[in-house]
């Protein structure tokens, strides 16, 4: 019976930069890019690492998502506890290299359902602390839940956030005006100017 195949260890600097090193070709040449052959020589390491660090490219890009979106779970917790968490979910789900990098693993994920699975568990719990917050947020500005239930204006920032945020990426600005003028009436009628 043979032995199973040793991994690196999670904490090393190699593997860290093997991590970067796809991330950064996903959001330079797109996910097609990231081979395991092109990680290695963008991370300026020998190609056998790769395998060394992740029994599979699969594996690699599974960590690489997770490695973010843990850093975006923690993102959302510090917006929503923010003096003014409305304008801050706003900024989050705006960040445009966020919404890059978050297109290029939802393309990725048509081709691997792994990946699909992980981006939808992370999906829902960022929705879940979206709408606790939200909810918490209608007691104290009064909105009328009955008109705007927490649930829909939670979904409502963020997926049209995302949306405008994903158009600009693509060079497309028609109807972002006007959005934006409205989206900045609502923070302003609940929120006040933005705290500098």
């Known amino acids: 019976m043979t032995s199973p195949r040793r991994i690196g260890a999670p904490d090393a600097k190699n593997r860290a930069s093997l991590l ?3 991330e950064l070709l996903m959001l330079e040449e797109g ?16 190609p056998q690492l790769v395998h060394y660090y992740f029994r599979t490219m699969d594996e690699l890009f599974l960590e690489a998502f997770r490695r973010r979106a843990d850093e975006g779970v ?17 900024a989050f789900s705006t960040d445009p290299a966020a919404t890059a990098l978050t297109m290029e693993y939802v ?31 209608a007691e104290k500005y009064e909105f009328d839940v009955a008109e705007f239930p927490p649930a829909f204006l939670s979904v409502l920032l963020t997926s049209l956030s995302r949306v405008v945020s994903m158009e600009r990426s693509l060079g497309m ?13 609502f923070l302003q009628r609940f929120e006040g ?4």
Not at 193 to 196: A, G, I, K, V
């Open 20 to 22: 970067e090193a796809a």
């Open 31 to 46: 996910y097609a890019a990231v081979t395991s052959r092109r990680v290695a020589a963008r991370a300026g390491l020998k």
């Open 74 to 90: 923690d993102a959302l917790a510090a917006a929503l506890a923010a003096p003014q968490p409305l304008r801050a979910l706003w």
């Open 107 to 137: 393309a990725l994920a048509n081709h691997r359902k792994g990946l699909r699975d992980e981006i939808a568990r992370y999906a829902v719990r960022l929705r879940e602390m979206q709408d606790e917050a939200v909810e918490r947020l």
């Open 173 to 185: 600005s028609t109807g972002h005006e006007a959005t934006t003028e409205v989206v900045e009436r």
């Open 193 to 196: 100017d933005p705290l500098t």
